[in-house]
């Protein structure tokens, strides 16, 4: 579905990636984890069309997406949630969800409401109130629920963890998992590496700008080296 081909990328004359190659297929999650400052946003821009990249190609479902303009990616169905929720704080819930469909999903916008308010029973409580006035959880909810409006075949998830207390942490796992089990394809990109590990299928470790490790979550979960980078033990 996703396919990341030899990608270099950056910022002017600073090269942050290094040749990455990264595949997503349908219906899979893949995690793409590493600290921060490894690369994971600017892979993320640039798969979105944020940025064009410096050398190499990106294919969405077979067709060559390099370089194109975002809201054409988000047509395509290539949807992502960013870091840091990116509410509208002054507008209400039900504006920043329907603003969700504004490019894509509008003529089935009254299903997907309910469809996201079905996923997130709080936010049907809040419709009205200002975005701003969520809890950190429900805004990230909110996020969620705005990238799913307008009916994405891929959902990029960046940190959608982040700042979270620890049970929500956990909620927010176990929704992701409910969203891929209806046949959503999501790429999750995450600092939380070990509870990333237990809902991906496969997974990338991205260090200084290159994949450093790849396989199957559950083989990586177990890799030594991972496990002293990010556990310490």
Do not use: C, W
Not at 27 to 39: D, H, K, M, R, T
Not at 57 to 68: E, L, P, S, V
Not at 153 to 161: A, F, K, M, Q, Y
């Amino acid at each position: 579905m996703l396919e990341v081909a030899n990608l270099r990328a950056g910022y002017g004359p600073i090269e942050v990636l290094r040749g990455i190659d990264l595949t997503v297929a349908a219906g899979e999650i893949v995690a793409l984890l590493g600290s921060n400052g490894a690369g994971k946003s600017t892979l993320n821009n640039n798969i979105s069309g944020l940025y064009r990249p410096f050398e190499g190609t990106i294919r969405f479902d077979g067709k060559d997406i390099t370089g194109t303009s975002s809201t054409q990616i988000v047509e395509a169905g290539l949807v992502q949630v960013p870091e840091g929720r990116r509410v509208f704080p002054n507008l209400t819930v039900r504006d920043n969800l329907e603003l969700g469909s504004y490019r894509r999903g509008k003529p089935a916008r009254a299903q997907n409401l309910e469809r996201v308010l079905t996923t997130f029973p709080r936010l049907r409580e809040r419709l009205r109130q200002a975005a701003g006035t969520l809890s950190g959880g429900e805004q990230q909810m909110l996020a969620i629920g705005r990238g799913l409006m307008a009916e994405p075949r891929l959902l990029i998830l960046d940190e959608p963890s982040l700042g979270l207390s620890p049970l929500l942490v956990e909620e927010m796992f176990a929704l992701i998992g409910r969203l891929n089990a209806d046949g959503l394809a999501i790429l999750l990109v995450e600092q939380n590496v070990m509870q990333s590990l237990t809902i991906a299928h496969r997974a990338y470790v991205l260090e200084n700008g290159r994949i450093a490790l790849q396989g199957k979550a559950a083989e990586l979960a177990e890799h030594p080296g991972l496990r002293k980078s990010y556990l310490g033990h």
